[in-house]
């Protein structure tokens, strides 16, 4: 279905002069790419209802271009992110945190993409002292290099040291940003978030005058290629989201790949969450590797991955990315590994791979999309947030209900100590 908002008419013309935050007027001066603040897209997807969104992780070339392909043809909203561990300072992605929005304005542009798109850091860790020290420059490099959305991640923390350092962090994000917050380290279903962890780190938030757009959860999930199908705890989520109501925080749900589509699709009916992160079935659909309905990669008798001949990748590349996994030692999830070394490879394949590679995933996002987020035609309504707001800052969606003389440093500690301290058992669980 065409949008009304298209390129060419009247309010996408505004929503291009206006709904552009100021550091990507300054990155693309002359770009008709409609990168925006993550908040309008999660008020579009308030504004439709029971609705959510793709943050597709653009952890290659194809995976953007096959999602904005997609998000046009829905006619949707969406969100490109890349996570520190995928594209930070020790990244495994060629797709970084400081080019993902270098990458989206340029396909845009060539692809005649007109529908908005935010660009989010997603899982900026904070896993110690030191990592909050590094973050206060590095977050504010993000932002000069296009990001206009954050996740600060500091859930492998304690809780008391999960607020404070999201307290300390927060004047580094802009106040226009899109921003995100999380409890309870995403693990699956060890250590599963409670509502008490949820609104002590809401809570305070809010009585200083910090009002996250969203709040992931360990609600069950775990991320990278699922082993069960334990999966999404639906009824959790919800009840969490709930208790959060009076915060009008809305879910992120990460770590989509193992859960069904008919789980999926509950997560957008029944609960406030309007962000659904997608990682490794993007990457492996645009290899061209068999995946079933939960997203998860398919294994052959030899527990090897099942590689469809004329999908994604020539034969050829494949075997050579196969035989370079094999003698680094790369199995299962880890073949994420892949993707810094293969992607310049990768880009000088033939047209029609290239092409192909990007059509497999536009495919399956456009499924999501349509199909399982009811994300279609919110591309309007994010357009219509930004002409409403008449700007790129659309401020919060709450207001501060909760008494700073509460929350302060030594409060927090003492309100700590009172929640849960068992995240679970430990792991590897960066992105």
């Not at 999602?67 to 300072?89: C, D, P």
């Not at 990315?321 to 993707?339: D, F, Q, R, S, W």
Request: proline share 4%.
């Amino acid at each position: 279905m065409a949008s009304d908002k298209g390129s060419g008419s009247k309010d996408f013309e505004k929503a291009l002069e206006i709904g552009r935050p100021p550091n990507i007027a300054r990155l693309f001066p002359h770009s008709r790419a409609l990168i925006v603040s993550g908040k309008a897209i999660d008020r579009a997807m308030l504004a439709k209802g029971k609705a959510m969104t793709i943050a597709a992780n653009g952890r290659n070339h194809f995976v953007i271009r096959g999602a904005l392909q997609a998000a046009q043809r829905a006619n949707a909203a969406i969100i490109l992110e890349i996570a520190k561990s995928e594209g930070g300072g020790s990244a495994y992605c060629a797709t970084s945190l400081w080019n993902l929005a270098r990458q989206a304005d340029a396909v845009c542009n060539e692809l005649g993409i007109t529908v908005p798109v935010a660009i989010h850091a997603d899982h900026y860790g904070i896993k110690s002292a030191d990592d909050v020290e590094k973050a206060k420059t590095e977050i504010p490099s993000l932002f000069d290099a296009g990001v206009t959305s954050i996740a600060i991640d500091a859930s492998h923390l304690p809780d008391d040291e999960n607020l404070l350092a999201n307290l300390v962090l927060a004047p580094y994000v802009p106040v226009w940003a899109g921003h995100e917050t999380e409890v309870g380290e995403i693990k699956g279903k060890e250590g599963l978030s409670t509502v008490e962890e949820a609104l002590f780190l809401i809570r305070g938030l809010n009585a200083h005058d910090i009002f996250p757009d969203w709040i992931a959860l360990n609600n069950g999930t775990t991320h990278g290629i699922e082993a069960s199908d334990q999966g999404i705890q639906v009824p959790l989520t919800a009840e969490i989201h709930e208790a959060l109501a009076p915060y009008k925080v809305s879910g992120a749900q990460h770590g989509t790949s193992g859960n069904s589509s008919e789980r999926l699709r509950r997560i957008a009916k029944e609960t406030r969450t309007t962000k659904a992160n997608v990682a490794t079935a993007l990457q492996m659909i645009s290899w061209g590797v068999k995946v079933n309905e939960y997203g998860n990669a398919q294994l052959d008798e030899n527990g090897e991955f099942i590689k469809m001949p004329d999908k994604g990748v020539t034969e050829d590349m494949w075997n050579e990315m196969v035989n370079y996994a094999k003698e680094k030692g790369l199995k299962g999830g880890n073949y994420k590994k892949l993707n810094l070394p293969f992607e310049n490879r990768l880009l000088a394949l033939p047209k029609d791979i290239r092409e192909r590679m990007a059509q497999g995933v536009e495919d399956f996002v456009y499924e999501l999309l349509t199909t399982v987020f009811n994300a279609q035609n919110t591309a309007p309504l994010a357009i219509e947030a930004i002409l409403q707001a008449g700007s790129f800052a659309l401020g919060p969606k709450a207001a501060r209900i909760e008494d700073p003389e509460e929350w302060t440093e030594a409060k927090i500690r003492s309100r700590a100590k009172t929640l849960n301290p068992d995240k679970g058992a430990s792991g590897d669980f960066d992105d």
